[in-house]
């Protein structure tokens, strides 16, 4: 009898164990399912994409994305191009030192507008970078981006001039007879922006009529885009302004400094080079008469100013948005060395 009720006892405990085996068995996969698989819920959602023959249109989508989901950029406008589209000013800092960061300058250079979009998410959606501290930087210092300068000629050089276009004769003439548009580098009235500030204006070789690259126009800051920057700069007063154009993965720095400005940014774009390993163009290879907006802002305010290439192969047409993060990866630090300079001088 003894022996029945102790086979007894170890069956119901056996049943017993087996049962809250079962019960838990699900629950503890359950627990594994949620550490292994849940989803970053705070992650932001990339919302900058390589576009390929990246207009004006592209811009403003993006633009609007990142407004919507980086509610730290401060988007505004602080002029209009030839043909009426809105010259973009995108702010990202509360710092008293102030870098201006210019792109699309030039028509067929519509890359530099990508990817100063591409600077500006990065810099939104991240705490550091490498050693930077991006939330004490930007206590330290405001960006101000101006990512397409010259959208009529990115239109331009992208999309071409269409058969029934108005005045197609005007472009056919500007662009030398040709239908190919790629290579436009001007604005829509067949001025080069980058030709048209006050530094030694007067000297500059150029063409005597409107045309798609060498055209400086008929004075300096004649154009509606050169004029909107040119206000843009006096108003702020700019410490420090980085244009990004292509080709060549060169530095330019040089505008006829001496002494102490000399040696300043001559030692600032070396430390440019370090990081992205683009070649600072000595002064004997720089133009020392020119018109350029980096050129003005060294001669004007006798402050920093850099020309930044970006890719090595020359090219006369858009480049395609492939290369986009390998730009991105080459430059991002550069302008967070700039802001550290400003932060720490």
Partial sequence: ???????????????????????????SNENNEKNIKQPDQNKKVEVVKGVSNYTYSNLQKQISQLDEQYTQVQVTTF??????????????????????????????E????????KLIEEYSKEQEI????????????????????????I?????????GAKNKEFYLKANEGSTDFKRWKTNARGVDLNKQFPADWEGVASTEASHF???????????????????????????????FHHSGNVIFWYYNQKGEQYQRDYELAKRISNING?????????????????????????KPGFTIEIEEEKTEQPLPAYNIEKYLAENKKVLLELATYLANN
């Fill in 110 to 117: 519509s890359i530099t507008s990508l990817l100063i979009l």
């Fill in 155 to 163: 239109e331009i050089a992208v999309n071409g001039v269409a058969d």
């Fill in 79 to 108: 002029g209009q191009s030839i043909q009426n589209r809105k010259l973009y000013l995108l702010k990202l800092g509360s710092g008293e030192k102030k870098l201006a960061v210019i792109g699309g300058v030039h028509g067929r």
């Fill in 213 to 243: 690259e060498s055209y400086k126009g008929s004075g300096p800051v004649t154009e509606a885009e050169s004029k909107a920057l040119f206000e843009l700069t006096k108003k702020e007063d700019f410490d420090l302004v980085v244009c």
């Fill in 130 to 153: 490498a050693s930077y501290n991006l939330t004490k930087l930007l206590d330290d210092v405001t960006f101000y981006f101006v990512p397409m300068l010259n959208p009529d000629g």
């Fill in 1 to 27: 009898m003894k022996k029945n009720n102790l086979i007894m006892v170890i069956i119901v405990l056996i049943i017993t164990v087996a049962t809250i085996i079962f019960i838990k068995e699900p629950a």
């Fill in 278 to 302: 683009y070649k600072v163009v000595p002064p004997e290879d720089s133009d020392q008469v020119a018109a350029g907006y980096k050129d003005w802002f060294i001669k004007e305010f006798k």
